[in-house]
Each structure stands twice: as structure tokens, then as C-alpha cells.
């Protein structure tokens, strides 16, 4: 008699943003991917990005609703095109600041999505203060969660890896591209969601050259023997914790 396999949880990822576009333009590539993959993504938005990262709104004489409107629904249909699902704070942009309610919120997900792997912001950014407040609020809800003492439903979570994505001006915020993330097969993807979001639609050429020089710089370490496609195209990510492995490779 043949059992059938008992179902198993698919893998699971965090995704900590600021802002309602920076998931698209920082990880889309990686989110598309893990859903490529079968895998449960789940977006974690801070805030809309309504009053710092919406001009071309404000210039257009729209008032706050209609913008925080606007942004969600932009982010809400970048983050189905990538096959993943979001979650809105509405914490507001510029200043981004904690608060007690804010982090248990975040506890909470954390606990609900039990992550396998967390992406979010690195802890510097000199022109923008949303991003360390929310690199700092992610790795705080991280530590959190993992505390059994801690008043909050769900069940604790296990120490997932976390990477950071990639800022908009990484030399002057200590960034290293630690990780090359060859995106190729899923860029199409990641350039429809990308287009999702016309309130910043400046940057949607910014990020598909910096996609293709991050490609470059992938088949240069890669080695010339390993079938890439000519035209790769990469995210680059950093580590803040040591990778944990049984071999060196």
C-alpha cells in the first residue's frame, strides 16, 4: 500500500520595507524567485512613502488620502505581480518612528510567517532616515519574536538569516554587494512590477542599469565556465550574521 507524503510547509519570507516601492526596487528579484519557487513571500510595508517618496503626487495637486491611496494601490498590484502578498502599517513616512504598537505588530508577523530568510534595509542611509528606522524595527521584531517571554501570540521563531538589499546610493551608505543574486530568469517580472509603480517612475531605468552592471559584476565572480546567459542580471544583498554552514563553498 503506498502512503501518500505528508504536506510540508513551504518555505517562508519576511520582507521588511519603509516605504510602498521599496521592495520592488531593492528585492524583486529575490521575492519573485521564492515565489517562482512556491514559496510563501509576505511584505511587510511600513508606511506609503506618501509625503517623502511621492512628489510627482504631491505636484500634481493630490491631497494625502488620495496619494496613500494611490501608493497602496500601486504596491498591491507591484507585489501580485511578483507573487507575493503585502501587509500596510500606515506608520508614516518622513519621520518614520517607533513605537510600542508598531513593534508588536511586527512581533506578531514575524510569528505569523515564521520566516526562513528576512530581507530589509542596511542600518545606514544618509539621505533618507525612514530606511535605518526600518532596518532598525525589523531586526529589533526579529529579536523579539525569538523570546518566549514575550506577549505575543504565535509561536516563537528560530533565528532566520537576514540580508540587506540594496540602498539607492550605496556607496555612501557602507554598502558591500556580499551577494550576487543572478535574477536573470525572473527580471521580466521584476521590470512589470517596477512599472506598477508610476509614482516614482524616475527610477525604473535606475534600477533595470543597476541590475545589469550588478550582472556584470555576478559573471566576473561566478567564472566563465557556468553557462550564464550573456545578459545577467542581478540584486545585490550583505549579511549582518555569520552563514552557517557544514562546507566551505
Given at each position: 500500500?503506498?502512503?501518500?507524503?505528508?504536506?510540508?510547509?513551504?518555505?517562508?519570507?519576511?520582507?521588511?520595507?519603509?516605504?510602498?516601492?521599496?521592495?520592488?526596487?531593492?528585492?524583486?528579484?529575490?521575492?519573485?524567485?521564492?515565489?517562482?519557487?512556491?514559496?510563501?513571500?509576505?511584505?511587510?510595508?511600513?508606511?506609503?512613502?506618501?509625503?517623502?517618496?511621492?512628489?510627482?503626487?504631491?505636484?500634481?495637486?493630490?491631497?494625502?488620502?488620495?496619494?496613500?491611496?494611490?501608493?497602496?494601490?500601486?504596491?498591491?498590484?507591484?507585489?501580485?505581480?511578483?507573487?507575493?502578498?503585502?501587509?500596510?502599517?500606515d506608520a508614516g513616512d518622513h519621520p518614520l518612528l517607533p513605537t510600542p504598537e508598531l513593534t508588536?505588530?511586527?512581533?506578531?508577523?514575524?510569528?505569523?510567517?515564521q520566516p526562513d530568510v528576512v530581507l530589509t534595509h542596511p542600518a545606514d542611509d544618509p539621505y533618507?532616515?525612514?530606511?535605518?528606522a526600518a532596518h532598525r524595527m525589523a531586526l529589533e521584531a526579529r529579536i523579539l519574536a525569538q523570546?518566549?517571554?514575550?506577549?505575543?501570540?504565535?509561536?516563537?521563531?528560530?533565528?532566520?538569516?537576514?540580508?540587506?538589499?540594496?540602498?539607492?546610493?550605496?556607496?555612501?551608505?557602507?554598502?558591500?554587494?556580499?551577494?550576487?543574486?543572478?535574477?536573470?530568469?525572473?527580471?521580466?517580472?521584476?521590470?512589470?512590477?517596477?512599472?506598477?509603480?508610476?509614482?516614482?517612475?524616475?527610477?525604473?531605468?535606475?534600477?533595470?542599469?543597476?541590475?545589469?552592471?550588478?550582472?556584470?559584476?555576478?559573471?566576473?565572480?561566478?567564472?566563465?565556465?557556468?553557462?550564464?546567459?550573456?545578459?545577467?542580471?542581478?540584486?545585490?544583498?550583505?549579511?549582518?550574521?555569520?552563514?552557517?554552514?557544514?562546507?566551505?563553498?
Amino acid at each position: 500500500m503506498t502512503h501518500a507524503h505528508a504536506p510540508t510547509t513551504p518555505r517562508s519570507t519576511l520582507v521588511v520595507t519603509a516605504h510602498a516601492g521599496d521592495f520592488v526596487w531593492r528585492a524583486g528579484g529575490a521575492i519573485a524567485l521564492a515565489a517562482a519557487r512556491g514559496e510563501k513571500v509576505t511584505i511587510a510595508c511600513l508606511t506609503f512613502g506618501e509625503r517623502g517618496e511621492s512628489a510627482r503626487a504631491w505636484r500634481e495637486g493630490r491631497d494625502l488620502a488620495q496619494i496613500k491611496a494611490l501608493r497602496r494601490d500601486e504596491a498591491e498590484r507591484a507585489a501580485a505581480t511578483l507573487g507575493a502578498e503585502v501587509r500596510f502599517f500606515d506608520a508614516g513616512d518622513h519621520p518614520l518612528l517607533p513605537t510600542p504598537e508598531l513593534t508588536d505588530r511586527l512581533v506578531a508577523l514575524y510569528r505569523e510567517t515564521q520566516p526562513d530568510v528576512v530581507l530589509t534595509h542596511p542600518a545606514d542611509d544618509p539621505y533618507n532616515g525612514d530606511h535605518p528606522a526600518a532596518h532598525r524595527m525589523a531586526l529589533e521584531a526579529r529579536i523579539l519574536a525569538q523570546a518566549i517571554g514575550y506577549p505575543a501570540d504565535g509561536e516563537v521563531i528560530g533565528a532566520p538569516p537576514v540580508f540587506y538589499f540594496e540602498p539607492h546610493q550605496p556607496e555612501m551608505s557602507g554598502f558591500r554587494p556580499e551577494v550576487l543574486l543572478d535574477i536573470t530568469e525572473v527580471w521580466e517580472t521584476k521590470r512589470k512590477a517596477m512599472e506598477c509603480l508610476a509614482a516614482q517612475r524616475h527610477l525604473w531605468d535606475y534600477y533595470t542599469d543597476l541590475a545589469v552592471r550588478r550582472g556584470v559584476q555576478l559573471r566576473r565572480n561566478a567564472g566563465p565556465n557556468l553557462g550564464l546567459a550573456h545578459r545577467t542580471l542581478a540584486e545585490a544583498y550583505m549579511r549582518p550574521y555569520p552563514q552557517i554552514a557544514k562546507e566551505l563553498a
